[in-house]
């Protein structure tokens, strides 16, 4: 057997709605419900964004610290990563919930386009966000839209401003940034061996119908794996998802294929150098 894979599972996000599936969990006490199925199924990471009950995007910090004690009690060991995507809220709201010291939170270190807008990480704003993240003790995972994000990164951690490693997600299929390109992907793959060290974690998300797509190409080349509703709604073009563990329960099965073990939670708290629950 491989090595353990680490599935994240991206819960909620901030643009699906249940008019697009009615099983994206959108209050609190939906988001623990459907994590811990998913944390059962093998995820070990909870990717969260949290929403309004309109189910427009919160940056509320006392929702984040809601879900924070839910999982801690339902899903005992999992990483907790808080988003602090852009869609969230401007500026330094985006942040608000890293006194709340989850395990890992994105960052997002560079602009791009995104399907109908520009996506704006400004130098200043992710600077102060990479600076919370010291403050407060919590892992960035790097989200990388395009390869200049994956280069900055190394530019920051040489400069002290990330905690441990970094942790890259390679972000791949949003309209307007990055198309699931295979040539692409294996230079993202070559490139983070070469900055960061080649036993260096890297995990691979796709957008919409590439989720299967990229879930193939990571955990066959030895990466960690995100699947979930955030990014993709849909088993297949006719049938949408039941759950988010149903779409773990998928990529579950492509670890098997490919000779990997599911890692535990410990296991994977091990690959990030994160503290043991
Ligand atoms: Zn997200």
Redesign the pocket.
């Given at each position: 057997m491989g090595k353990p894979c680490i599935i994240c599972v991206?819960i909620t996000?901030?643009l699906p709605t249940k008019a697009n599936n009615p099983a994206v969990p959108i209050t609190v006490s939906e988001q623990v419900e459907s994590t811990h199925e998913a944390f059962e199924a093998g995820a070990t990471i909870c990717?969260a964004?949290v929403r309004n009950d309109d189910e427009t995007p919160s940056s509320d910090p006392e929702k984040f610290a809601r879900l924070k004690e839910g999982l801690e009690k339902h899903c005992p060991g999992m990483i907790i990563q808080f988003?602090t995507?852009g869609r969230s809220g401007a500026g330094k709201t985006r942040g608000g919930m890293l006194p709340l010291r989850p395990d890992m939170a994105?960052l997002s270190v560079g602009s791009n386009n995104f399907p109908t807008r520009v996506y704006e990480n400004p130098p200043d704003l992710v600077d102060w966000l990479a600076s919370e993240m010291r403050t407060y003790d919590v892992k960035p995972e790097i989200e990388a839209f395009d390869l200049s994000h994956i280069l900055k990164a190394k530019e920051m951690s040489d400069a002290g401003a990330l905690v441990g490693t970094p942790y890259v997600q390679f972000v791949m299929g949003v309209k307007n940034a990055m198309p699931a390109d295979r040539d692409v992907f294996d230079y993202y793959v070559k490139t983070v061996a070469r900055l960061f060290g080649p036993e260096t974690p890297w995990c691979a998300a796709g957008i919409g119908r590439h989720q299967l797509e990229l879930n193939h190409w990571a955990i066959n080349a030895g990466g960690h794996a995100r699947t979930g509703l955030?990014d993709n709604v849909r088993l297949d073009r006719n049938t949408l998802a039941p759950s988010n563990a149903a779409l773990v329960r998928r990529t579950a099965d492509l670890c098997a294929k490919y000779e990997r073990p599911v890692a535990t939670p410990s296991e994977a708290r091990d690959i990030l150098g994160l503290k043991a629950a």
């Open positions: 991206a996000g901030s990717h964004h988003s995507g994105s955030e």
